[in-house]
Structures are given as structure tokens and as C-alpha cells.
Nanobody, 116 residues
Framework: QVQLVESGGGLVQPGGSLRLSCAAP????????MGWYRRVVGKERELVAR???????DYAESVKGRFTIDRDTAIHTVYLQMNNLKPEDTAVYYC??????????WGKGTPVTVSS
């Protein structure tokens, strides 16, 4: 079974920063689109950021300029650097590996709480 392992979530004050990590199997990491999604209580899961095999990225409008998705191919790990965090960023963040006509894979999630 493919496993995506997230880490780095926690409690941070508004304006603070966190860096999330997601480790994936090498074969998945090199081919699939890697991304971060989040789910707020009472809302549907939404895309936060994703990075394509060739390095292109997409971001939700709400996080542009604050969040950066990056990766380290040597250790098959994708990161989400979150700066200037806001209370509305509070959510469970999920790592995702996606590919057309293939089964997507999801991590179990890492919670992020932004509060004073």
C-alpha cells in the first residue's frame, strides 16, 4: 500500500510560520502530481498548492504570496512552507499524490491551528 507521511503541523500564532513535510515512495514522487489540500470543519477539502513533475506549481488564491510548495527529490519529500499564517488557515492539511487515470493517494493529515 502506498503511504504518504505528513509531518510539521502544530499550533502557531497569527503571523507565524510552519513547514509541512510529506514523504512519498520514490516511484510515486517522480511521476505523480504532489500537492497539499486542507479541510476546515464544515467545509469541503480544498486545494492549497501542488507541484508538477517538471516543477510547475499551482496555488489557491487565498495562500498566494504566503505559502510555497517545494520538494527535495533526493529524499522524495514535498514541503509546504507557510508564512504569515492567519486564523482562517486553521485546518487539517493532507498530502496528495495524483495522476490522470490513476488512483490518487492521500496522507492521513496533519493539523494546523493558527490562534493567539
Amino acid at each position: 500500500q502506498v503511504q504518504l507521511v505528513e509531518s510539521g503541523g502544530g499550533l502557531v500564532q497569527p503571523g507565524g510560520s510552519l513547514r509541512l513535510s510529506c514523504a512519498a515512495p520514490r516511484n510515486i514522487f517522480s511521476i505523480y502530481i504532489m500537492g497539499w489540500y486542507r479541510r476546515v470543519v464544515g467545509k469541503e477539502r480544498e486545494l492549497v498548492a501542488r507541484i508538477y513533475s517538471q516543477g510547475g506549481t499551482d496555488y489557491a488564491e487565498s495562500v498566494k504570496g504566503r505559502f510555497t510548495i517545494d520538494r527535495d527529490t533526493a529524499i522524495h519529500t514535498v514541503y509546504l512552507q507557510m508564512n504569515n499564517l492567519k486564523p482562517e488557515d486553521t485546518a487539517v492539511y493532507y498530502c496528495n499524490a495524483d495522476r490522470p487515470f490513476a488512483t490518487p493517494y492521500w496522507g492521513k493529515g496533519t493539523p494546523v491551528t493558527v490562534s493567539s
